[in-house]
């Protein structure tokens, strides 16, 4: 029974650590919003074809130049990754339940990758919008599961802020993108920024593979799984030495067991997906990141492009890059620092979402507002540091209202929910509204006063009866046994395993 137990228990990472994988965790999140924020820029995004009333025509340049896009159509090249997303993130998330978690984000990245270049090799506008959509894809898998992974093995008195660190790297990525993309594309060519991405995800897409993969709490070991399954091959085996048409007989019935499992798995996810949706914390909280994300989602897209516009930026791309990486890096790290400060409870997140939404709304609102260039430089750079101090605390609900093993599903329908309803339609109704209106300052004006909602969305939340569940035991009984009942990082468990194997 021992050798047994020790031939289905998950291999110990050799080297890996709690640090290292927040550290490895960060650098993708880091290099994934990049890209999007590189496809925003300047330098890569562009500007269209366009002819004076006098007669004079200036070429376009980057992707809106080189196949002519209308806004609309610029839009719908950031609305495709987030298709591509929302489809995705729910299916990887299902998956988790059955395949390792691990090997998952590695298929991911590859997808990504793969993608990524074939945006850099796109000849219309077709064909990169297929190539964002896939882009989309590749990044489902990581965004489902990256935060379950470092939920569990951050220290119990800084998980928020840690997932500050983790999430603190969303506006940091969107500025270096705005950079990045501009220096590559005015000094190269914007194909050259996709290449590049490539390049940098590379090693992390073959280390999802190569690496021993992790256990999240709340899922029994993917490897006792494959072990079980061996062991049922291996008697198949024997049983065809000795009885050939009985084999036979299995594999004609294997089509129908397969049917049989994919409609177990489906059933399973719907069952989740109610308990998610009967949950007035997670719907309240998730309602609120809609409304929050469909403005920040306009912002980071068209944000350059306006302020070009609005106050004649010559290097829009330089300028909203170094506002976004500073404030948001401070600023996200500085939301989950004060939660945990505030004792980290749902009902206290909830306090600190709606505090610093509503802040975040008057000082960008203010902004809008004055003709000249330096205060509103001021005046947004304080409402960005309240803005994205929203990020770990909105998390934290998401993965602290349900229980451990709903926590993949509650981060990918969050995701599909505030791309498919905010950012995935706010960016091309924003070109919309902009082609109609012909006035970015207007346009910014009725975009951001969208964010007061949002913040009495959250304070709604205040109210209603929470409860932590990190801690409470999975229903699948075959998991009791290999999540714990403790709070000790999962990573940090090898020593303590090795302990009480020893005689």
Same mark, same amino acid.
């Given at each position: 029974m021992?050798?047994?137990?020790?031939?289905?228990?998950?291999?110990?990472?050799?080297?890996?650590?709690?640090?290292?994988?927040? @550290?490895?965790?960060?650098?993708?999140?880091?290099?994934?919003?990049?890209? =999007?924020?590189?496809?925003?820029?300047?330098?890569?995004?562009?500007? =269209? =074809?366009?002819?004076?009333? %006098?007669?004079? /025509?200036?070429?376009? =340049?980057?992707?809106?130049?080189?196949?002519?896009? %209308?806004n609309f159509e610029d839009g719908v090249l950031s609305s495709a990754f987030m298709v591509g997303l929302l489809v995705a993130c729910p299916i990887f998330a299902s998956l988790a339940k059955s395949v390792n978690p691990f090997r998952l984000i590695g298929v991911g990245l590859s997808v990504w990758t793969v993608a990524v270049v074939g945006c850099g090799f796109s000849i219309n506008?077709?064909?990169?919008?297929? /190539?964002?959509?896939?882009?989309?894809?590749?990044?489902? %898998?990581?965004?489902?599961?990256? @935060?379950?992974f470092i939920d569990d093995n951050a220290p119990p008195a800084k998980k928020t802020l840690w997932l500050g660190m983790f999430y603190m790297f969303i506006p940091a990525g969107y500025a270096a993108g705005y950079v990045y993309g501009g220096l590559v594309g005015d000094h190269f060519s914007w194909r050259y920024a996709f290449f590049g991405e490539a390049v940098l995800m590379l090693p992390f897409a073959v280390l999802g593979f190569v690496m021993k993969p992790l256990q999240l709490k709340g899922f029994a070991p993917a490897e006792?799984?494959? @072990?079980?399954?061996?062991?049922?091959?291996?008697?198949?085996?024997? #049983?065809?030495? !000795?009885?050939?048409?009985?084999?036979?007989?299995s594999m004609k019935s294997s089509k129908s067991k397969c049917a049989f499992v994919d409609l177990k798995q489906f059933s399973r996810f719907m069952k989740d997906l109610k308990v998610l949706l009967l949950d007035k914390v997670y719907v309240v909280n998730v309602i609120g990141y809609i409304v929050y994300n469909f403005v920040l989602g306009a912002y980071s897209y068209w944000g350059p492009k306006a302020g070009y516009s609005i106050y004649n930026m010559s290097?829009?791309?330089?300028?909203?890059?170094?506002?976004?990486?500073? /404030?948001?890096?401070?600023?996200?790290?500085?939301?989950g620092y004060v939660l945990d400060l505030i004792n980290s409870t749902i009902s206290n997140a909830f306090k600190l979402l709606s505090a610093v939404t509503f802040a975040g709304a008057i000082f960008c609102f203010s902004a809008f507002c004055f003709k000249s260039m330096y205060p509103f430089l001021a005046l947004f750079a304080i409402g960005e540091l309240f803005v994205f101090a929203t990020q770990a605390p909105v998390n934290f609900i998401c993965l602290h209202c349900v229980k451990p093993s709903l926590r993949p599903i509650s981060m990918a329908i969050s995701t599909v929910a505030i791309?498919?309803?905010?950012?995935?339609? %706010?960016?091309?109704?924003?070109?919309?509204? #902009?082609?109609? !209106?012909?006035?970015w300052r207007k346009t910014a004006l009725i975009l951001t006063f969208i964010l007061f909602p949002a913040a009495v969305i959250w304070f709604i939340g205040i109210f209603l009866h929470s409860v932590d569940r990190f801690d409470e035991a999975s229903e699948h009984p075959e998991v009791t046994t290999t999540d714990g009942s403790d709070t000790t990082p999962l990573l940090d468990r090898k020593a303590a395993g090795t302990t009480e194997t020893e005689p």
């Open positions: 021992a050798s047994s137990s020790t031939a289905l228990s998950p291999p110990k990472p050799s080297w890996i650590t709690p640090e290292r994988l927040l @550290a490895i965790f960060c650098v993708i999140n880091l290099i994934n919003y990049v890209d =999007r924020g590189a496809i925003a820029s300047n330098g890569v995004n562009g500007s =269209r =074809r366009s002819c004076s009333k %006098s007669g004079t /025509c200036t070429s376009g =340049r980057g992707i809106q130049g080189d196949f002519n896009l %209308s506008f077709w064909s990169i919008t297929v /190539c964002r959509m896939l882009v989309g894809v590749g990044e489902a %898998s990581f965004i489902s599961l990256a @935060a379950p006792s799984t494959e @072990a079980l399954t061996s062991i049922e091959t291996t008697s198949l085996e024997v #049983q065809a030495d !000795t009885d050939v048409s009985v084999v036979k007989g290097n829009a791309d330089l300028i909203f890059g170094g506002i976004t990486i500073v /404030c948001g890096i401070v600023g996200t790290l500085a939301g791309h498919l309803f905010g950012d995935v339609p %706010s960016s091309p109704l924003v070109g919309v509204l #902009q082609d109609q !209106t012909n006035n």
